[in-house]
């Protein structure tokens, strides 16, 4: 049977692209398709299906319920099942992927991805409904499963090159001197124009940390970070390590900064929690 995951990954690279650019601006860029190009590649139900079948199988047709690729594979008549030739069960594309006994149309999914993955605040499912034409229950249905295809498709491969590391608490608004009780950890690495990796983490301190840059961070990176007490051992265990000092207002020191996660990452987690979210537990801030 295949997995959920291996759908998600063939379709939303193709529908948006987002990369972290450590540059002045420490904006990020977006590369993929705009709405009017989104209707022009997907303008009906048949476009989609057609569109899913080749990013799943390509030229080799594989049915999911055998296995067997490249065999020959029927498509049958007035419906939209198709049929192997050698087990004779019928199977429509949508089998194995996020998309399965799913009475909504692929139009109406596809374009639930494209929203999900491509606005910078995310989008609620209220306002997934009215765009979709929808209730909100089956609107925050489908965000729930694109969600968890999100999150099964985490490239475990880690991060080299120079990567930024830095935590952050999310959590709703406490009294100053119980400023960061019942609020979430979150640390974040993100690698300087590719990828970022963030984990919910139970302290900020260097036991939970270093554990988790070993685990995420190729030994033959360089590390970049604020001068927090956890990172101050990375050296020793034979990382390329360098900080900077905020308490001098020093910001930063030639490309030693952390400008790309906290200008990239964490303005853009806070914007999409602040417009989706009226507040966020410990607990829902699971990753």
């Given at each position: 049977?295949?997995?959920?995951?291996?759908?998600?990954?063939?379709?939303?690279?193709?529908l948006?692209?987002?990369h972290?650019?450590?540059?002045?601006?420490?904006?990020?860029?977006?590369?993929?398709?705009?709405p009017?190009?989104?209707?022009?590649k997907?303008?009906?139900?048949?476009?989609?299906?057609?569109?899913l079948?080749?990013?799943?199988?390509?030229?080799?047709?594989?049915?999911?319920k055998?296995?067997?690729?490249?065999?020959?594979i029927?498509?049958?008549k007035?419906?939209?099942?198709?049929?192997?030739?050698?087990?004779?069960?019928?199977?429509?594309?949508?089998?194995?992927?996020?998309?399965?006994?799913?009475?909504?149309?692929?139009?109406?999914?596809?374009?639930?991805?494209?929203?999900?993955?491509?606005?910078?605040?995310?989008?609620?499912?209220?306002?997934?409904?009215?765009?979709?034409?929808?209730?909100?229950?089956?609107?925050?249905?489908?965000?729930?499963?694109?969600?968890?295809?999100?999150?099964?498709?985490?490239?475990?491969?880690?991060?080299?090159?120079?990567?930024?590391?830095?935590?952050?608490?999310?959590?709703?608004?406490?009294?100053?001197?119980?400023?960061?009780?019942?609020?979430?950890?979150?640390f974040?690495?993100?690698?300087?124009?590719?990828?970022?990796?963030?984990s919910?983490?139970?302290s900020?301190?260097?036991?939970?940390?270093?554990?988790?840059?070993?685990?995420?961070?190729?030994?033959?990176?360089?590390i970049?970070?604020?001068?927090?007490?956890?990172?101050?051992?990375?050296?020793?265990?034979?990382?390329?390590?360098?900080?900077?000092?905020?308490?001098?207002?020093?910001?930063?020191?030639?490309?030693?900064?952390?400008?790309?996660?906290e200008?990239?990452?964490?303005?853009?987690?806070n914007?999409?929690?602040?417009?989706?979210?009226?507040?966020?537990s410990?607990?829902?801030?699971?990753?």
């Amino acid at each position: 049977m295949f997995q959920h995951q291996t759908i998600h990954l063939s379709i939303r690279p193709h529908l948006y692209t987002r990369h972290y650019h450590s540059n002045p601006e420490n904006r990020s860029t977006t590369e993929g398709i705009n709405p009017i190009d989104f209707y022009k590649k997907f303008p009906n139900e048949q476009s989609c299906r057609d569109y899913l079948q080749n990013a799943r199988w390509g030229d080799n047709s594989t049915c999911p319920k055998c296995g067997v690729v490249d065999g020959k594979i029927y498509k049958l008549k007035d419906t939209r099942l198709l049929k192997c030739a050698l087990c004779r069960q019928p199977f429509s594309v949508r089998v194995g992927t996020v998309f399965e006994d799913s009475a909504i149309p692929l139009q109406s999914w596809f374009l639930a991805v494209y929203l999900a993955t491509s606005l910078k605040k995310g989008i609620c499912s209220v306002q997934l409904a009215k765009y979709l034409g929808m209730t909100q229950k089956s609107a925050w249905h489908m965000l729930h499963r694109i969600r968890h295809s999100v999150k099964s498709t985490v490239d475990d491969k880690p991060l080299e090159g120079i990567v930024e590391v830095d935590e952050t608490y999310i959590g709703c608004k406490t009294k100053e001197r119980i400023k960061y009780d019942n609020k979430a950890v979150i640390f974040g690495a993100v690698e300087r124009k590719g990828k970022d990796k963030l984990s919910h983490v139970r302290s900020p301190g260097a036991r939970v940390l270093l554990p988790e840059i070993a685990k995420n961070i190729s030994p033959k990176a360089t590390i970049y970070s604020d001068q927090w007490n956890a990172y101050k051992t990375l050296t020793r265990r034979g990382y390329a390590y360098a900080s900077i000092n905020y308490s001098v207002l020093e910001f930063g020191r030639g490309t030693v900064h952390t400008n790309t996660i906290e200008g990239g990452i964490w303005d853009h987690l806070n914007i999409g929690l602040k417009a989706i979210y009226m507040g966020v537990s410990p607990k829902q801030a699971l990753i």
